[in-house]
Structure formats: C-alpha cells, structure tokens
C-alpha cells in the first residue's frame, strides 16, 4: 500500500531539472495541516501551522540534506500567519487579521509592533518594504 507523503517540488531554472525535497519527518505524513515555505538568512524554511493555532517553524540547515531540518521554534498562542523574519532573526506574525507582533525566539518575548494590517494580504513587495523600514526604524 503506498503512503501519502508531502514534500516540497523544486525545479532547477540553470539545468531545468525538477527535484523533490523531502520534509521533516513528523511533518511529511501529516494529514490536513496547513504549511508554507520561506527564506531564513540563507536557509530555507518550513511553517507548519497545526489545528489549535499553533505554528512550528522549521530550517533546513544544509540545502537538499533531509536530515538537516531542525525545529527553530513553536508558537503555543495562536498564530494566524507568520509573514516572515527580521535580519536580526526576530520572527514577525500575524496574531489576527489586525495584531502583528514580533517574537524573538531566544528571549520568547513578543513585543506588539502597533501596525494593523487589513483582511486582505500583504503583497510580497509590500512585505518586503515593511521588513525594510522597520529595520531602518530599530537603527535609529
């Protein structure tokens, strides 16, 4: 009997060549969770968000390394969607449609960052320019 198993496509844009990245192993036989891919400096990164509004960000140490996936950190409180991360390694969220917050994973503290967001989503580049002016704001 062959078993389901998520995984994550990737496709080589020099040698046009389709490969397939396999997933944490609690992750990968997951039924019904709720995942999506990002960058963490130079690693990519794995958010697995379960039923209860918790969420579990993954890094993959080492590129193409299945072994090298390593749990960064889990929220406990809910968490709608994380939008990425702050060059100092903070984590940025989305706690509701109109809470972002900050964590920072090695103290565990979760600092408001007073900015709503509306229902819709924020554009990639939008994103990107917010990430940008809040480290601008921090610098000063």
């Known amino acids: 009997m062959e078993e ?30 709720q995942m999506s891919i990002s960058v963490f400096g130079e690693s990519l990164s794995l958010f697995e968000y379960d039923s209860f509004g918790g969420c579990s960000i993954w890094v993959m140490k080492e590129y193409g390394i ?3 996936w390593t749990k960064l950190f889990s929220f406990k409180s809910y968490i709608r ?8 390694g903070e984590i940025v969220a989305a706690k509701s449609y109109i809470n972002l917050v900050s964590f920072d994973p090695k103290s565990k503290q979760e600092v408001n960052l007073g900015m709503c967001r509306s229902k819709y989503k924020y554009s990639s580049l939008i994103r990107r320019a917010l990430f940008y002016l809040m480290e601008k704001i921090k610098a000063y």
Do not use: T
Request: aromatic letters at 10%; glycine letters at 12%.
């Open 4 to 33: 389901n198993r998520y995984l994550i496509l990737s496709f080589d844009m020099a040698s046009e060549v389709f490969g397939e990245m396999v997933l944490p192993g609690c992750v990968a036989n997951g039924i019904g969770l």
């Open 66 to 68: 299945a072994e090298s």
């Open 81 to 88: 969607k994380v939008l990425g991360f702050r060059k100092n």
